[in-house]
């Protein structure tokens, strides 16, 4: 293992979303921190930084992980997916962010990022999930605004439409 | 208005960059490069003086650009202000005296965040402690120790009111039936936290601040006084979103003057982002209230009269906008009820816990859980059937516009048809049926009913009803609801929206953009809408901000007005231009054209452009119709009269809700089996909007009702600041609530709706609690409806919840305890001294940087300990007694630091193995408060233990030199750690101690 110096910057080289970037950072720098302040990418959100609100849910090398809980120079050489990698593209939006807005999955959205990325993950990995399996899965996250319920029709609406496109 | 358009269910404007990672949070917004990172030292006692407060060491680390202490703070800035005339100064920091644990004692302003938090770690505070008031009891006693000195009590306010006559229906009726309840701490807790970026000019003595508050507005005249500018040299901005509020962001205003004080002493713009452990232990809470209700009834179940005794406990200091939350309901004192006769006495008491504030409810769910307990009371003691109880005294529907007792003005309603229907639609016969099966099974099987007012718009001045009639006369009358809003027209005709109004994830751009849509007849996607909010630009007045579910009801009715007032303006341009009568031009899809020949239009563009290109051509007074700005109040909203009485919200819905429970009488479990919620809210702008409020409300109804509490221990600690130790209930929790509608649509609004944003904090939380005392058959219901307090409703004792390896010694009853054992390759005598030398002490303390002797059985010794998110330096003072060279000893510890306190006994006992081995044999108990205790007991045992194993096994390894130890002993708690949690709790020391 690489031994880092307290207060020391290091490089840090990881893949996110397709390219691979380089920033700066200390031993101690969490990776929610570096993802948003160093590499700019501030749709990974930050709800508690002890790992229960699900908030800063990203995927590493396919699995997914509270950036809150890791730090930076972890993730050296890993490969990483974050809500700024979801969409297909810049003018649309994949069949879950879509059926998100279609049963109003979101009020505030500030939840919202890390629990895409857990819900993608699931029906990537589970396409026939249940009601049961979804709710289990978003009890890794606190959404305050929503109650969960029209969450979960979100969720339940992608599952069909994705296997409907399969 | 075309109602169709407006009830919609279309896709929100807001919602493209939410899901795809693009919002623009607080956090997320570029600063000056200049900018730096603000971090708080808070109190880790409920109760002290400060005597003696050391930032020498902070302000010397490499990166702090200022440390900020009470005195800067006072040299700069006014106590903040508070609607009553009390000798009780609050300032953003602790002056001389702590009154909360997470109360702010100095900042610092630093490069990074995480500098500043090093830097906090470095200031060293010492506490002269007094004795903590932690409850309402305790707060009214006459020996309880005194918050406010000059106050020369707790109570720092004390009115009675009376309306009717509440005496003579109390002697007339047939019974009194009365209820005790006290109502808890809890928030809203929004997932994102507070946070400001502040600016100093010290040429004009400007401050400017973006930060994510969420009004009400009033409080930047708090502010600004606080500051000592006028209002126009305080600029307060807000971001384009912000990540829920509930009320709770209202709270951050003494934060706001904290960090422009900051940014003023320090030179440089300062930023601040909250976490969520100083969010949980000290942004603001929901007050908690103990209320005595008595009812005068007849035996046909009919109220006659109500008689109302709260105290509230506001916290540490009254702070704005308290007391608002004790006064807010006064118009509707006695809910859905037709009551005239009623007597209320209201207290307000401090207590050394947070500051309370602003969360959604505000004030209705104290108040309706007293309510609706009581009515179901009345229904048990006069064995009457609750549903009826509730229909018996309800306002009937020709009674509207109703005048309440206390001087409400209810505007719209059918309530009897809304009951009828909510027990139709929702199943309430097969309800019934339902729990007598389940109870036939023999399970503990309840329902519960709850009839409420919704109060929404509220008067800003109903609090002024804490003021005496001759005290209100002289302050002057403060009344109405100013909101405000603005449509213009840019050159190329297109329309913009701007409503001072601060929306938290309510959709308030998709609504606007219908409502404006549907006046001008132009698709939603033609409007642009503009939230956010900077005071020196923008209009809006005192009322302005997103609480007391204004919106719907008063700022798009605004916005609806200024709409309506430039179309009719660009009637007049598009009529010269056809060349026709004003009242012969219609406005279809975007064109103007003739109402007997439709090829004669011209397109709303062209027209809307026309007071840019060619003001000239425009006839008629006034400026071209280029832009519209309304402030709208309604007249209902007047000040308290003579009498105190005071129409305190303008619109008033209605909710009547029912539910089922089971109650497991093994676990102290609630599960919630069926819950339905009628709502009548007037007429509704956007269907996914309404209903997601309620979806919202109940939520966090259901958390308030069963899971959480902003608890404190006895000692005054905060035991309840993580989300592990605050639990918010999660999608495995919430079920889905039936949701039904009736629409009376409110006259007193310019659209015909009402607020529905709170309702369910109101009415769930005592309906559940009604279905508990029907499942239980109890009297008196306690919140939360946690397991331990459901098992003490029923007189069953706890089962002991698993402490692992609790150790049976005589530490066992302290908090954190434990005990265990090693054997070492190593004589008694050699390990004796090794425990007696500071050098060794040094090298084998877990996270330890000094050990210092300070006597022959004294020492101090600085230690970096953490759990999780809380990790910090302590200094730790040891005394040895009892010493029986080489066997044993006991030991007291004392441990201070910026996150904590704690204090700690010990014994260790060295047994002779064989001639080579020794097993050290150690029993420990200890108490922790401050900082490191709001992260919960039960990681802190886990935490300790780790500790003590590893500092032990360090003894041993060095004993033999660097050899290992020759093995735990089974049985002892001193095993490793295994399972997640312990891997978890593992991994959090080590970055505790890094
Ligand atoms: S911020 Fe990572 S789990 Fe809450
Ligand atoms: S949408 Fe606001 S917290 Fe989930």
């Not at chain 2, 010290?202 to 500018?229: C, D």
């Not at chain 2, 007012?453 to 001759?470: K, R």
């Not at chain 2, 000692?715 to 605050?726: C, E, H, L, P, R």
Request: charged residues 20%; hydrophobic residues 40%.
């Amino acid at each position: 293992m690489r031994r880092i110096p307290a207060n020391e910057q290091v490089r840090v080289s990881v893949e996110v979303n397709g390219r691979v970037v380089t920033g700066q950072a200390e031993s101690r720098t969490l990776l929610s921190d570096f993802l948003r302040h160093e590499l700019g990418l501030t749709g990974t959100h930050v709800g508690c930084e002890h790992g229960v609100c699900g908030a800063c849910t990203i995927r590493i090398d396919g699995d997914i992980a509270r950036s809150c809980l890791k730090l930076a120079v972890q993730v050296e050489g890993a490969s990483i997916e974050t809500i700024e990698g979801l969409a297909p593209a810049p003018d649309s939006l994949s069949v879950l962010q879509q059926a998100f807005v279609e049963h109003h999955g979101l009020q505030c959205g500030f939840c919202t990022p890390g629990i895409l990325i857990s819900l993608d993950t699931l029906l990537r990995n589970e396409p026939n999930a249940d009601e049961m399996r979804i709710r289990e899965v978003l009890s890794g996250h606190l959404c305050r605004c929503t109650g969960y319920t029209p969450i979960v029709k979100a969720a339940l609406a992608a599952r069909d439409r994705l296997k409907e496109l399969d | 208005m075309n109602s169709d358009t407006l009830n919609s269910d279309s896709p929100r404007i807001e919602d493209g960059p939410l899901v795809t990672g693009r919002g623009r949070f607080m956090d997320d917004l570029p600063v000056s490069v200049r900018t730096a990172q603000m971090a708080v030292f808070r109190s880790s006692v409920a109760h002290a003086r400060i005597a003696r407060l050391n930032v020498d060491e902070a302000r010397l680390l490499p990166g702090v650009l200022a440390v900020i202490t009470s005195r800067e703070v006072m040299a700069h800035t006014a106590p903040l202000a508070v609607g009553i005339r009390v000798p009780v100064e609050c300032w953003p920091v602790a002056v001389d005296r702590v009154r909360y644990v997470g109360e702010p004692v100095a900042v610092v302003v630093a490069e990074s965040r995480y500098i500043a938090e090093d830097a906090v770690d470095l200031i060293e505070v010492d506490y002269e402690p007094y004795e903590p008031v932690m409850s309402i009891d305790h707060a009214l006693k006459a020996d309880a120790a005194i918050l406010h000195d000059k106050l020369g009590s707790n109570l720092c306010s004390d009115r009675s009111f009376c309306y009717g006559e509440p005496d003579a229906a109390f002697e007339q009726s047939d019974h009194t039936v009365s209820v005790d309840v006290l109502y808890p701490r809890n928030s809203c807790t929004p997932i994102e936290t507070y946070g400001i970026v502040a600016d100093y000019d010290a040429h004009t003595n400007t401050y400017e601040a973006l930060t994510n508050f969420q009004g009400p507005f009033s409080i930047h005249t708090v502010v600004a006084r606080a500051l000592k500018v006028a209002g126009t040299q305080l600029r307060l901005k807000t971001p384009p979103d912000s990540g829920g509020s509930f009320g709770v962001k209202q709270a951050q205003f003494p934060y706001v003057v904290l960090a422009c004080v900051a940014a003023r002493v320090a030179g440089v713009p300062v930023k601040w982002i909250e976490d969520r452990v100083e969010h949980l232990t000290a942004s603001v809470s929901a007050t908690s209230r103990q209320t005595t209700l008595r009812a005068a009834v007849s035996s046909e179940g009919r109220v006659l009269a109500l008689d109302w005794s709260q105290v509230e406990d506001v916290g540490a200091f009254i702070r704005a906008p308290e007391p608002a939350t004790l006064y807010r309901m006064m118009g509707n004192m006695c809910g859905a009820y037709d009551i005239q006769n009623l007597r209320i006495r209201n207290r307000i008491v401090m207590t050394n816990r947070t500051p309370t504030g602003l969360n959604r409810g505000f004030g209705g769910p104290q108040v309706y859980y007293a309510l609706e307990r009581l009515m179901q009371r009345i229904a048990v003691e006069l064995k009457l059937d609750p549903v009826d109880v509730i229909r018996t005294n309800l306002i009937r529907s020709e009674q509207f516009p109703y005048r309440t007792a206390s001087g409400g003005l209810y505007d719209s309603g059918d309530y009897q048809l809304s009951v009828d229907e909510a027990l139709r639609q929702g199943g309430f016969g097969e309800l019934v049926t339902r729990r007598n099966a389940a109870r036939r099974e023999g399970k503990r099987y309840g329902i519960g009913t709850t009839a409420c007012v919704e109060p929404s718009v509220s008067n800003m001045g109903y609090i002024t009803a804490v003021l005496t009639p001759e005290e209100r006369a002289k302050a002057g009358p403060k009344n109405g609801a100013i909101s405000t809003a603005t449509v213009s027209v840019d050159p190329s005709g297109s329309v913009a929206v701007h409503v001072a109004s601060v929306p938290q994830g309510q959709g308030h751009r998709t609504v606007l953009a219908n409502v404006v849509g549907d006046e001008l007849g132009l698709d939603a996607a033609e409007i642009t809408v503009v939230t956010e909010l900077d005071t020196t630009r923008d209009g809006w007045s005192i009322a302005s901000g997103n609480y007391s579910s204004r919106f719907a009801a008063a700022v798009c009715g605004a916005a609806s007005i200024a709409a309506d007032r430039l179309r009719l303006r660009l009637t007049e341009v598009a009529a010269s231009q056809l060349n026709v009568r004003v009242d012969e031009v219609r406005l279809i899809k975007g064109a103007f054209s003739c109402a007997d020949d439709a090829t004669r239009a011209i397109s709303f563009k062209r027209v809307a452009s026309t007071g840019h290109w060619a003001p000239g051509t425009i006839t008629g007074d006034g400026p071209p119709p280029l832009r519209e700005t309304v402030f709208w109040t309604p007249p209902e909203l007047a000040a308290p009269d003579a009498d105190d009485r005071v129409n305190s919200s303008l619109c008033h819905g209605f909710i009547f809700d029912f539910c089922g429970v089971e109650v497991d009488v093994d676990t102290g479990q609630v599960t919630i089996d069926k819950y339905v919620t009628m709502h009548d809210c007037g007429r509704v702008l956007h269907q996914g909007m309404v209903d997601g409020q309620i979806t919202g409300g109940f939520a966090h109804a259901v958390g308030a009702a069963i899971y959480e509490e902003l608890a404190y221990a006895q000692d005054g600690s905060f035991v309840a600041g993580t989300f592990a130790d605050y639990p918010v209930p999660t999608s495995m929790e919430i079920p889905d609530p039936v949701i039904l509608h009736t629409c009376t649509p409110s006259p007193f609004t310019p659209l015909g709706a009402k607020g529905v944003g709170e309702g369910n904090t109101m009415s769930t939380p005592v309906c559940l609690a009604n279905a508990v005392a029907d499942a239980l058959d109890v009297d008196d219901v306690q919140l939360p409806l946690s397991p331990t307090n459901i098992l003490k409703m029923m007189n069953v004792a706890e089962p002991e919840t698993s402490t692992p390896a609790a150790s049976p010694g005589a530490f066992a009853s302290r908090p954190i305890h434990g005990g265990g054992s090693v054997t070492v390759n190593a004589t008694p005598l050699k390990i004796w001294l090794m425990l007696l030398d500071p050098q060794t002490l040094r090298e084998i303390v877990p996270g330890c940087h000094s050990v210092d002797r300070v006597s022959g059985t004294d020492f101090v010794a600085h230690v970096r300990f953490g759990v999780g998110p809380v990790s910090g330096d302590y200094k730790v003072e040891i005394g040895l007694f009892d010493l029986d060279e080489p066997h044993s000893a006991s030991l007291v510890g004392n441990a201070t630091g910026a996150l904590g306190n704690g204090s700690g006994e010990g014994r260790i006992e060295l047994k002779p193995v064989d001639k080579t081995q020794t097993e050290i044999v150690w029993e420990y108990g200890a108490h922790a408060g401050g900082r490191v205790a709001s992260v919960g007991s039960r990681l802190l045992n886990g935490a300790t233990r780790i500790v003590m194993n590893r500092f032990f096994e360090a003894l041993g390894r060095q004993a033999q030199d660097e050899g290992s130890p020759s093995g735990a002993e089974p049985g002892s708690d001193n095993e490793p750690e295994t399972g997640l949690i312990g891997r978890a709790l593992d991994r959090l020391l080590k970055r505790g101690d890094s």
